[in-house]
């Protein structure tokens, strides 16, 4: 939902969601109310780009899915499990060259909305710079043991 509070004009978002399932479709019906489905580009594919599905007939889907990522301001893809990297990629792939700059995030992330603009001012201020990361926090830390020792880890990773 953060996504929505983001302040960077014509910001375009794209989803992608690892699995194609009945079960995985709750993801897409989240995106569509939090996005507005009137205004979200959405399908569902049978297959990923490293799939055997892109054997012939297969390529047809991998055209649809840069057809509605390339031409909706919000967009939302199923495909079938692959990871992680195979969701980015899927991105990645379909976005192509049609942007100048791509923000990552996982499902349970929360934007601040300034966080593009600042990102972007590091990556504009000086040309050796290639990437640039936000502030991780665990937010519900104090709530079990395993949420402290993630933001102790967290906090390591990103400050020592």
Request: include cysteine.
């Amino acid at each position: 939902r953060s996504v929505k509070r983001i302040a960077f004009p014509n910001l375009k978002v794209v989803m992608v969601v690892d699995g194609n399932k009945p079960d995985d479709a709750y993801m897409m019906d989240i995106f569509n109310e939090v996005m507005g489905a009137e205004q979200t580009g959405t399908y569902v594919w049978k297959g990923n780009y490293h799939g055997e599905e892109m054997q012939g007939t297969g390529k047809e889907g991998a055209r649809h899915v840069t057809e509605v990522v390339r031409g909706c301001r919000y967009s939302c893809i199923m495909q079938k499990w692959g990871g992680k990297r195979e969701v980015m990629y899927t991105a990645f792939k379909a976005l192509g060259e049609s942007v100048d700059y791509m923000q990552v995030c996982d499902s349970d992330t929360v934007l601040d909305p300034a966080c593009t603009v600042e990102m972007l001012n590091i990556l504009e201020e000086d040309p050796k710079v290639g990437g640039v990361g936000g502030d991780v926090q665990i937010l519900n830390k104090y709530d079990s043991w395993i949420s402290f020792l993630s933001s102790v880890r967290y906090w390591m990773a990103f400050n020592v």
